[in-house]
């Protein structure tokens, strides 16, 4: 099992900057792709960013490319969303998940570990 703990999340204006982080307990944290989901009130999880775990290829929902990067530091089994110029829209639960596998990585179901979710609000 791998055990995810998010962290950074927090109440900003349109247009700032936050930095979310999720810790892992993971030998094989770096064989795992890991990825960010969110969900608002009353809408379905959402796909928001994914990395590989071989050749750290990124990925990204169109609604957040150009502004949100996805990293991650093996050594201090941790992943990062850079999260700027935010807007209202990018309101909601953001939660870190890992998997083994290489494919459908935009899928929720592609992944078998989660963490709880830090809150991320943007106001106008």
């Known amino acids: 099992q791998v055990q995810l703990v998010e962290s950074g999340g927090g109440s900003v204006q349109a247009g700032d900057s936050l930095r979310l982080s999720c810790g892992a307990s993971?030998?094989?944290?770096?064989?795992?792709?890991m990825a960010w989901f969110r969900q608002a009130p009353g809408k379905e999880r959402e796909f928001v960013a994914a990395i590989s775990w071989i050749g750290d290829s990124t990925y990204y929902a169109d609604s957040v490319k150009g502004r949100f990067t996805i990293s991650k530091d093996n050594a201090k089994n941790t992943l990062y969303l850079q999260m700027n110029s935010l807007k209202p829209e990018d309101t909601a639960v953001y939660y870190c998940?890992?998997?083994?596998?290489?494919?459908?990585?935009?899928?929720?179901?592609?992944?078998?570990?989660w963490g709880q979710g830090t809150q991320v609000t943007v106001s106008s």
């Open positions: 998940a890992a998997t083994s596998g290489l494919y459908y990585l935009m899928l929720s179901t592609t992944y078998g570990h």
């Open positions: 993971a030998r094989t944290f770096s064989t795992y792709t």
